[in-house]
């Protein structure tokens, strides 16, 4: 275990254990995730779960977990947890000695005189899983039993026993196959070595997931099993299981395993993990590269990607085409001027006004870091104008320029930005009308574009725009500035201008071109110091403030009130710390360095190696949310990147 640490002697301890989860992504966007004890708590959870694109690649879990039975003088010790309602049983984490997570998720039992170590794999580029057990140590002649637990279905719902599920199974190399229902894959599993399966098939019925149960949601599940498979297992031996939508040829598995293994990045420092933890957010299917927003219960989200791309492909592991294949996919699926913000083709939803605003500062930093400015002109400036176009004209249904420069966004019973929360099919923070990040937004992106058709000579677009920046500048204060807050209005609606203080009014600041001056920006920057800075990002709402969450719990509806009613976003650091650079330079090193180290602490609770999408309002500010989420990853390497460049100043 060479960086991330865990307390031995209380990883039998479940309130500990059960609140740390591990993951880990393939290309696919398929994962593995579980506990680090591996007890499913959601239904998320799983060994093996893969996207289906018979049912719109929608992640479906098909092999919940796997039991391990170490057998001696015919005596019997299952390593196994599940919990029902009451009930942990079997109870195998009494066993566990140790878990490490370098290079890969490793746990360690100890049985009397067995020592047995797993090693959980998950394949990168097919949609299959490795474990690899090891017996360390025995003195008698030990016996190896693996239980398969089946659960088949999308991972937003629960299964139950049934009639209808085939529960056959069809002999291969060295294992079985088994598909529940028509449509999926066939789960194809076999061990490296010779091995006697035992029929025994059978219903677990009542499997409990306790955060499903905290968090308002139905929580129990039933499990099919179709027997186990059971084979002898020396002293220094190693037996390989594979469960895959692929059969696999017994042989090779070792060898797969170990070129899987080589080919694991280290996480050996801080740093490291994050930049490993990005990675796993990219995704390639369908011929095109998305990101995935957060893990486990996260798809495809416009704005997200445009939010965390840099961060995620520049400023973790410096991979430019893997940034330009993003925009290029999401660049194809413009229409009229904006971008899907969930869901793909037929399931899309252009429901968003800001997603094709942050497309522009994506490419802007691209264009920064590449320096390939021609290139960006090239391939994107033709969509950069349309949407400015379809913003400026009238012609969306929702989204219109006022003759003062600014954009108005509403639309009834929607929320059209990023605070989307809905509650009894109402938005929690509507905000209708001209919004402040949007509206600096706006200005960005007129003037990136501006600057680059100058530099590339449309002359045409020029005379076009070249008079917008300074109309949008000369009203933006006026519409948003609040004297008696000394900061910006959140929005203006038809009511007047909403001055609750929230974290949007950061992004102006920290824009490459922004409509304020560096005085507003330092009464806007000591605000939100004031009131929204926490140690693990900004609060999307002042404690002060009557409709003030604290807590991120209950059921859906009370946490979706909490969501940006007081819920602390790790993402919005990177917008604070790049404004505070951008206005005070190096002397915010030491701020920024302290901002961004504290969530070093956070690579061991909760979502192992990653950051959370949330955290709590109040001290302690205890992770919520997504285990793992793009936004909250990137927007911190971005910093760590910012705090390089300053330093070499």
């Not at 965390?308 to 999401?330: F, I, R």
């Not at 404004?579 to 504290?598: C, D, I, Q, W």
Request: net charge negative.
């Amino acid at each position: 275990m060479a960086y991330l640490k865990f307390n031995k002697a209380k990883l039998v301890n479940l309130e500990y254990s059960l609140g740390r989860e591990m993951l880990a992504t393939t290309r696919t966007g398929g994962y593995t995730s579980s506990t680090i004890v591996c007890c499913n708590t959601r239904k998320y959870h799983g060994l093996l779960v893969v996207p289906i694109e018979e049912f719109d690649g929608v992640n479906h879990v098909l092999l919940s977990s796997l039991d391990e039975t170490v057998v001696q003088h015919g005596q019997s010790f299952n390593l196994g947890i599940h919990a029902f309602p009451g009930v942990y049983e079997p109870r195998g984490h009494k066993y566990i000695v140790d878990f490490a997570y370098e290079p890969v998720a490793t746990i360690t039992y100890q049985v009397g005189g067995v020592v047995l170590r797993k090693e959980i794999l998950l394949i990168h580029n097919e949609d299959g899983i490795l474990l690899r057990y090891t017996l360390l140590d025995a003195h008698s002649p030990t016996t190896l039993r693996l239980k398969p637990f089946l659960a088949y279905r999308n991972i937003h719902s629960l299964g139950k026993a049934n009639m209808v599920a085939d529960t056959r199974y069809q002999p291969i190399a060295n294992g079985i196959k088994s598909k529940l229902y028509n449509g999926f894959p066939s789960l194809h599993m076999q061990l490296n070595k010779a091995n006697d399966f035992v029929a025994c098939p059978d219903w677990y019925y009542n499997v409990e997931y306790h955060e499903e149960r905290r968090r308002g949601y139905e929580y129990l599940e039933d499990l099919f099993t179709p027997g186990y498979f059971e084979l002898p297992i020396k002293k220094g031996e190693s037996v390989i299981f594979s469960a895959s939508v692929d059969e696999q040829k017994p042989a090779q598995l070792k060898r797969k395993f170990e070129q899987q293994v080589g080919m694991r990045p280290s996480r050996e420092s801080y740093e490291d993990c994050l930049k490993v933890s990005a990675s796993q957010f990219i995704v390639q299917r369908k011929g095109g590269t998305d990101i995935v927003a957060g893990y486990p219960w996260f798809g495809r989200w416009g704005r997200d990607t445009f939010i965390s791309l840099p961060g995620l492909t520049l400023a973790a592991n410096y991979n430019p085409q893997g940034c330009k294949e993003v925009l290029d996919t999401l660049s194809g699926e413009l229409s009229g001027g904006l971008f899907p913000n969930i869901g793909a083709g037929a399931t899309a939803a252009y429901n968003s006004v800001d997603a094709p605003l942050w497309y522009f500062w994506a490419i802007q930093q691209y264009a920064a870091e590449t320096g390939r400015r021609a290139e960006v002109w090239n391939d994107y400036g033709g969509k950069m104008k349309s949407i400015l176009h379809a913003y400026r004209s009238g012609e969306l249904t929702n989204i219109r320029m006022h003759d003062n420069g600014l954009i108005w966004a509403e639309e009834t019973g929607k929320a059209l930005t990023w605070m989307d929360a809905i509650v009894h099919g109402a938005p929690v923070t509507p905000r209708s009308g001209y919004q402040v990040e949007i509206n600096a937004l706006w200005y960005n992106a007129v003037c990136f574009t501006l600057e680059l058709a100058g530099e590339y000579r449309d002359e045409a677009f020029v005379a076009a725009w070249d008079q917008l920046p300074a109309l949008i500048a000369k009203n933006y204060l006026p519409t948003f500035w609040s004297a008696v807050r000394r900061h910006l209005a959140d929005y203006v609606g038809e009511e007047g201008q909403n001055i609750f203080t929230r974290p949007n009014q950061v992004i102006a600041c920290s824009l490459p071109y922004s409509p304020i001056s560096d005085e507003t920006k330092r009464d806007v920057l000591r605000a939100i110091e004031n009131e929204l800075l926490t140690p693990k990002g900004l609060r999307t709402l002042a404690p002060k403030n009557p409709l003030y969450k604290s807590r991120y719990e209950g059921n859906q509806s009370t946490r979706d009130n909490a969501y940006h009613q007081g819920s602390v976003w790790p993402w919005l650091l990177g917008a604070y710390i790049e404004a505070n650079f951008r206005l005070y330079g190096k002397s915010f090193l030491p701020t920024a360095k302290e901002l961004v180290a504290g969530f070093e602490e956070d690579l061991t609770v909760y979502g192992l190696c990653s950051v959370a999408e949330i955290y709590d309002g109040d001290p302690p500010h205890t992770p919520n949310g997504c285990i793992s989420q793009a936004w909250s990853v990137a927007e911190i390497l971005r910093s760590m990147k910012l705090i390089e460049k300053y330093e070499e100043l």
